[in-house]
Every structure is written in structure tokens, then in C-alpha cells.
T-cell receptor, first 111, second 115 residues
Framework: GDSVTQMEGPVTLSEEAFLTINCTYT??????LFWYVQYPGEGLQLLLK?????DKGSNKGFEATYRKETTSFHLEKGSVQVSDSAVYFC??????????FGPGTSLSVIP | EAQVTQNPRYLITVTGKKLTVTCSQN?????MSWYRQDPGLGLRQIYY???????DKGDVPEGYKVSRKEKRNFPLILESPSPNQTSLYFC??????????????FGPGTRLTVL
């Protein structure tokens, strides 16, 4: 069946370090891919998305490229800040109604 | 302000006592969904609704019921809660975009403890 795998962490980085959170998926068809972020005590909010192969989603300095050949959608940021500390979820939308989330990756950024 | 609201935000109850968690959205979205979030498991879809009077099971529907009598509301009902339903619950809504999925907007969450 369809699934999402992502590194679970926790990940601890120093401020201004480079961030990569890996996400790979298994799905039939042509899914849409999303990254959501959850700040402490809050609900999830969309960070970025890509709806077809080779699309690059970007927002707030974060980027992810939809790689169909490697079935991946890795999240990257060149220089993290303390305010980026949160849990990041990779999500797969196989169709209009079916949603699958990865387990989430907790990120802590220390000054 | 566009938003998804849930009530209550926190609830402690006992095994077998029926409860309802309400969810409401003001964006006129067709699609609504309920998730539970558990450590190490991410978010798992409980039920979803494509429109009024149209609901379907997600990955973990056992022990839950939903209804969609109005477009804006999508309550989650636990007829006989059990301790394994202790979790953090999120409601979400999404506009209808033909052909592909769109962004989901999440509520702030309801933390449920069943003793």
C-alpha cells in the first residue's frame, strides 16, 4: 500500500546550520507531496507543496523537490533559526481524498 | 479570519461515557477530515467527508462515528470511549480542487484522555 517514510529524529542543530530531513514515499499513480509544520501546542500548517514530478516547493527559506525517479521529497534549509524548532511532517496525497502522513521529525535549533 | 475550530481543547473522561468533539470551519470547504496523532505514528486519518451527507472511513475508524449534516460542521463521536483512544485529535478542512489534492487547514487540536 501507499506509505511515507521520514527520518524520525529528534534532530538537534546549531543556529545557521544546514538542515535536511529525508522523506521517501511509495504510491501508485501521481501523488501530490506536502510538508507540514507543527509548532509547540499548535495544529499543523502547510509549509510547502509540489503536485508533479520535478516541481520545487519553497517557503520561508525551506525547499523540497519532487523526485519521481527516487520517490523522494527531502526538506532542506540553508540556515536554520531557533524559531524553526518544530515537528515537520511529510504527507502524501494519493488522490483527492486519501491522505497519508509520515511519523514526523522533531527539530530543535539551539543558539 | 479563515479558521477551523474544535471544542473542547482538552477533555478527560472515563471509559464508556459517550462524548462528542465538535469541529467547524468558516471557509465553505467541501472536504473535512479527522486525524489522531500519537507519538511515533504521525497522523492517522479516522474519517473524512467529501460533502454534506457523504462520509467514509480512513485508516483507523474503529470506535468512532462522524456525521456531516451541514457543510461547516463535522463532529467526531465516541460512543463508548476506551483508554486506547487517548490521543491528540485534529480536524481539518480543504477546498474542492478537481483533479488533485489541495492544502488542508487544521484546527488547534483536542487532547483527549480516557481513564
Amino acid at each position: 500500500g501507499d506509505s511515507v517514510t521520514q527520518m524520525e529524529g529528534p534532530v538537534t542543530l546549531s543556529e545557521e546550520a544546514f538542515l535536511t530531513i529525508n522523506c521517501t514515499y511509495t504510491a501508485t499513480g501521481y501523488p501530490s507531496l506536502f510538508w507540514y509544520v507543527q509548532y509547540p501546542g499548535e495544529g499543523l500548517q502547510l509549509l510547502l507543496k509540489a503536485t508533479k514530478a520535478d516541481d520545487k516547493g519553497s517557503n520561508k527559506g525551506f525547499e523540497a523537490t519532487y523526485r519521481k525517479e527516487t520517490t523522494s521529497f527531502h526538506l532542506e534549509k540553508g540556515s536554520v533559526q531557533v524559531s524553526d524548532s518544530a515537528v515537520y511532517f511529510c504527507a502524501l496525497y494519493t488522490s483527492y481524498d486519501k491522505v497519508i502522513f509520515g511519523p514526523g521529525t522533531s527539530l530543535s535549533v539551539i543558539p | 479570519e479563515a479558521q477551523v475550530t474544535q471544542n473542547p481543547r482538552y477533555l478527560i473522561t472515563v471509559t464508556g461515557k459517550k462524548l462528542t468533539v465538535t469541529c467547524s470551519q468558516n471557509m465553505n470547504h467541501e472536504y473535512m477530515s479527522w486525524y489522531r496523532q500519537d507519538p511515533g505514528l504521525g497522523l492517522r486519518q479516522i474519517y473524512y467527508s467529501m460533502n454534506v451527507e457523504v462520509t467514509d472511513k480512513g485508516d483507523v475508524p474503529e470506535g468512532y462515528k462522524v456525521s456531516r449534516k451541514e457543510k461547516r460542521n463535522f463532529p467526531l463521536i465516541l460512543e463508548s470511549p476506551s483508554p486506547n483512544q487517548t490521543s491528540l485529535y485534529f480536524c481539518a478542512s480543504m477546498g474542492a480542487t478537481w483533479g488533485h489534492a489541495d492544502t488542508q487547514y487544521f484546527g488547534p487540536g483536542t487532547r483527549l484522555t480516557v481513564l
